[in-house]
C-alpha cells in the first residue's frame, strides 16, 4: 500500500519515525507529511482554504528513513491528509497512518485529537485510516518501536475493510513480553485524563490535563490500556441520521409557516 503516516507533534517527533520506520520495514510505499511544529488538539481542523489561500511547505529528509518523502507542512494533520489526497504529494495514499501519539487517545475525547482527526479525515475522504497512541510523555516514553510495530501489524487487516474504516489503537509503554492481550473495546465516557480549569484571572483562564480518576467500565478502552492492554477501537467519522420525532416537527414547521 501507499501510506500517508502524520501526526499533530511535528514531522520530527519520535512517535512519527517509530511509525514511520514501521511500516517502511513492511514493505509498504510510505511518505509522511506532517505539521511544522505542534499542533496537538486540533481534531479535524484544516484552517481556510479560500480563495487565494496557499500552504506552505518543505521537504524535509529524515535521517534514517532514506526511503521515506518527508515534508513539513504548515498546516495541521487534517490538512496534511487533505493535500495528499488531493494529490499534491504524488500519488494518493491508499491508507493514512497517524501517530504515534504521545499520550493516550482514549474515550469520547478523541474527537479532539489531532490525532484521530488525521484519520477521521481519511474516513471522510473514502480512505481507511489508523491511529495510534502510547501512554505517557513524550520525555518518559520508552518503548516506541512496540506501539508502531503493533500498528503496523493491525494496518494489514484494513485493506479487507469496508472503506472509510478507523482503527483507534491505544497501547501502554511497556515491554512487548509486558503487554496484555490485545483487546478490543468501546470508547470509554472520559479518557486517561480529563481537561480542567486550573486558575482563572483577569481575562484569561488557564486550562490543563489532571488525570482521570473515575472508575470506568472494564470493558472500555481507558479502563483496558490502564491494565496494561493494547486496545482497538473502530471510530466512525461524521454519518447522517434521522432522530425520532424530528421529520415531523420539521413538517409541522412547514405547516405553520404556509
Not at 498546516?75 to 495528499?84: H, K
Not at 482514549?106 to 471522510?124: I, M, Q, Y
Not at 447522517?240 to 420539521?250: K, N, Q, Y
Amino acid at each position: 500500500m501507499r501510506v500517508l503516516v502524520t501526526n499533530d507533534d511535528g514531522l520530527h517527533a519520535p512517535g512519527l519515525f517509530a511509525l514511520a520506520s514501521a511500516l517502511d520495514r513492511a514493505g509498504h510505499d510510505v511518505i509522511a507529511i506532517a505539521p511544522e511544529g505542534d499542533r496537538s488538539g486540533s481534531g479535524t481542523a484544516i484552517g481556510n482554504l479560500g480563495e487565494g489561500s496557499t500552504i506552505r511547505y518543505r521537504e524535509m529528509p529524515l535521517a534514517g528513513l532514506d526511503r521515506v518523502e518527508s515534508i513539513e507542512l504548515d498546516g495541521p494533520p487534517a490538512l496534511c491528509v487533505f493535500a495528499a489526497h488531493l494529490g499534491a504529494f504524488g500519488a494518493p495514499p491508499d491508507l493514512v497512518a497517524s501517530g504515534v501519539n504521545p499520550g493516550l487517545n482514549t474515550g469520547r475525547v478523541t474527537l479532539h485529537s489531532g490525532t484521530v482527526g488525521g484519520a477521521l479525515t481519511a474516513a471522510n475522504l473514502g480512505m481507511r485510516g489508523v491511529a495510534v497512541s502510547i501512554a505517557g510523555h513524550e520525555a518518559s516514553i520508552v518503548h516506541w518501536e512496540v506501539a508502531a510495530e503493533l500498528a503496523a501489524r493491525v494496518a494489514e487487516w484494513l485493506p479487507t475493510a469496508e472503506v472509510k474504516t478507523v482503527i483507534n489503537l491505544s497501547v501502554p509503554d511497556l515491554a512487548e513480553d509486558e503487554l496484555g492481550e490485545l483487546r478490543w473495546a468501546r470508547l470509554a465516557p472520559l479518557g486517561a485524563v480529563r481537561a480542567e480549569v486550573l486558575d482563572r484571572t483577569v481575562e484569561r483562564i488557564e486550562l490543563g490535563f489532571v488525570p482521570t480518576e473515575n472508575e470506568l467500565p472494564e470493558d472500555t478502552d481507558t479502563a483496558l490500556a490502564a491494565a496494561g492492554h493494547p486496545v482497538v477501537t473502530a471510530l466512525t467519522g461524521v454519518t447522517g441520521h434521522e432522530p425520532d420525532g424530528l421529520v415531523d416537527h420539521l413538517r409541522d414547521i412547514d405547516r405553520s409557516r404556509r
